[in-house]
């Protein structure tokens, strides 16, 4: 269905409308659809996302007896096995969830923030803080936009002056009261549900670090499309998944990448003390360009830490509006997952020999790329392609830039 949709978005070069629908309250009809080159809906049960379903070439008006045929020949019997599932894994009861600690960082996007705190602040949940960490910021924008939020929401202002990321990270770990820590980013728009998601897995006392389902926001430009469409987006299903001892193998050690993104993550607090927090070497800021995220999955992977995928935590992310910036966070994707590799490399907590075939299957992947993108229609552009290879090549330099880096901060 999404190569479907993609075949169809790049011959109309138009707009994809992005909606979801809650079955629960019937099937409705659906207006001002004829300006879209399709409607991509997202289904939900008692709030818990289900499935995608796509309407191409929409006429302006669709009917809700439309939309139910639409709905049952694309995902038909599957949708009721997902419902079934949903009715057998029940709520967490309301004087069971725990309260949450939710760590926003950020560097001078204060209107990106601000739409965030605004989701944050429409949670269906009992009992949580948020801690805005305002990353070597220029200005003092962020600390005054959150100081006017601060009447809405229980929302606290922290600063962390040294740049990257994961430095934020930490910073948020060290200010967070409550057992359980969230973090999110600025360029998201939180479910009002979210939290209830996290809690739902948490509820398993072995679990110890929670990912969750990214949605896109928009699909509004071709930018939007090609990385959500073509490139994969951030989206990891809609079926729940468990990594522990039992099933963890060396190659799953070296593709924590399925785990989740950092945009969608939630720990405890043990967990964060048995992996000592985030690499500051690592991610947004740095010279790594990111990554961050992945090493915290692989490490608690590699220390019989339980994870748990779950995709009733979902999140809705405005991906990259144009081409140049969707090329630059590609190059970055390559860039950071090459440092990755070679930080395995260099710890030898995996068979070695297992990340060189890694990276020799990964180097296969993106030359396969560029074949396919001759010999199929589910086309990313040349550029984009060659952007992430680009990335991948500077890799080792930015391995030693980075670390060289943090070692200076660190004595400073």
């Known amino acids: 269905m999404i190569q479907n949709l993609a075949v169809n978005v790049q011959a109309r070069s138009s707009a994809v409308r992005v909606l979801e629908i809650e079955l629960s309250d019937g099937i409705p009809s659906i207006g001002g659809c004829a300006v879209y080159a399709a409607v991509r ?18 006429d302006d008006f669709v009917s809700s007896e439309e939309l139910r045929r639409v709905i049952h020949t694309q995902v038909g019997s599957s949708l009721w096995l997902s419902l079934l599932a949903n009715c057998l894994d029940g709520d967490v009861r309301s004087h069971e969830l725990p309260p949450i600690s939710i760590v926003v ?18 949670l269906d949940y009992p009992a949580f803080e948020i801690i805005v960490v305002d990353n070597a910021p220029a200005s003092d924008e962020t600390e005054q936009l ?19 990321l994961d ?18 980013d600025d360029d998201v728009r939180v479910d009002a549900s979210w939290l209830r ?16 389902l990214v949605v896109p926001a928009k699909l509004e430009t071709e930018a939007q499309q090609l990385f959500e469409l073509v490139y994969g987006g951030m989206g990891k299903g809609m079926r729940p998944r468990v990594w522990g001892s039992h099933n963890v193998g060396p190659y799953d050690l070296v593709t924590a990448h399925h785990l989740g993104v950092g945009a969608n993550m939630a720990f405890r607090r043990r967990t964060l003390e048995k992996l000592g927090g985030f690499d500051t070497a690592l991610d947004v800021g740095t ?14 992977l590699l220390s019989g830490v339980t994870v748990r995928y779950e995709p009733n935590a979902f999140v809705w992310h405005l991906h990259r509006h144009d081409i140049t910036a969707l090329r630059r966070q590609l190059y970055d ?31 296969q992947w993106h030359l396969g790329r560029i074949a396919r993108r001759f010999l199929s229609r589910k086309k990313l552009p040349l550029p984009l392609i ?7 090549m500077h890799s080792t330099h930015a391995y030693f830039q980075t670390y060289r880096s943090d070692k200076r901060l660190r004595a400073q």
């Open 41 to 58: 809906i997202l289904l939900r049960h008692g709030g818990r996302p289900i499935a995608w379903v796509a309407i191409y070439e929409p």
């Open 105 to 122: 960082c950020t560097r001078d996007r204060s209107a990106l923030l601000g739409k965030c705190l605004r989701t944050l602040a429409a």
């Open 146 to 164: 959150v100081s006017d939020f601060q009447t809405q929401m229980p929302l606290r202002y922290t600063r962390e002056n040294r740049p990257g």
């Open 167 to 184: 430095w934020a990270r930490n910073r948020g770990i060290a200010e967070a009261r409550h057992d359980i820590i969230a973090f999110t």
């Open 197 to 212: 998601g996290l809690a739902r897995a948490f509820a398993d006392p072995e679990i110890g670090l929670v990912t969750g």
């Open 287 to 300: 010279p790594s360009h990111g990554g961050g995220d992945l090493d915290m999955f692989h490490r608690a």
């Open 333 to 363: 994707n390559g860039r950071a997952f090459g440092v990755y590799l070679l930080l395995l490399l260099r710890r030898g907590d995996v068979p070695r020999f297992v990340t060189v075939n890694f990276a020799r299957i990964w180097l």
């Open 386 to 392: 060659l952007a992430e290879i680009w990335g991948s």
